[in-house]
């Protein structure tokens, strides 16, 4: 994409001919800006050198779009890596809470909240670490061997896990700030 800026309110995409107006609604317009955060100054034309040379309402649009994406793939790293592992499972957790009655103790003489004990985490179990599977060979008079192989859930959280980490690693200290 080369984009030329042509007023206030308008960009000029060159490579399709087309003219774009800087409405934040516009699907070309956040194309504009994702630009601006990917390329810099090489999305424009040669009139922008720099990118300083960005017009500053266009510049401050793709910082904020990008700092509000950033703040939203943290939110959800965050709360991904907060979910319970699935290889060590969940403890229940109880506790007391007020059952909306009230009594009236005479040591204190003081009415008090009837209290119960409630599971306000269930437990979960871990899964089993491993996994027996059949592997077939590609001749038809062999016989099947098994195989033992780390759980595919096990896998899998760990992966999301990682990746849920890289992204809490890269994201900027104003971001983590703001979440």
């Known amino acids: 994409m080369a984009y030329k800026f042509i007023d206030t309110g308008?960009?000029?995409?060159?490579?399709?001919?087309?003219?774009?107006p800087a409405k934040s609604g516009n699907?070309?317009?956040?194309?504009?800006?994702?630009?601006?955060?990917t390329d810099g100054a090489d999305a424009w034309d040669d009139t922008v050198a720099t990118y300083d040379d960005i017009p500053e309402a266009l510049r401050t649009a793709a910082e904020s779009k990008k700092f509000n994406q950033q703040l939203a793939d943290y939110k959800v790293a965050k709360a991904r890596l907060a979910q319970y592992i699935v290889a060590d499972g969940r403890e229940e957790v109880r506790e007391m809470q007020p059952t909306g009655e009230q009594v009236f103790n005479e040591e204190t003489m003081e009415m008090e909240d009837v209290m119960h004990e409630v599971i306000t985490v269930t437990a979960i179990e871990p899964v089993e670490a491993t996994v027996t599977r059949m592997v077939y060979s590609d001749d038809m008079d062999a016989e099947p061997t098994e195989e033992t192989i780390e759980n595919p859930l096990i896998t899998v959280d760990n992966a999301e896990r990682a990746a849920a980490q890289e992204v809490v690693d890269a994201t900027p200290q104003a971001v983590k700030d703001a979440a």
């Not at 308008?10 to 774009?20: A, E, G, S």
């Not at 699907?27 to 955060?37: E, G, K």
């Open 10 to 20: 308008v960009i000029h995409d060159t490579t399709t001919n087309t003219f774009i």
């Open 27 to 37: 699907r070309m317009y956040q194309t504009v800006l994702d630009s601006i955060n």
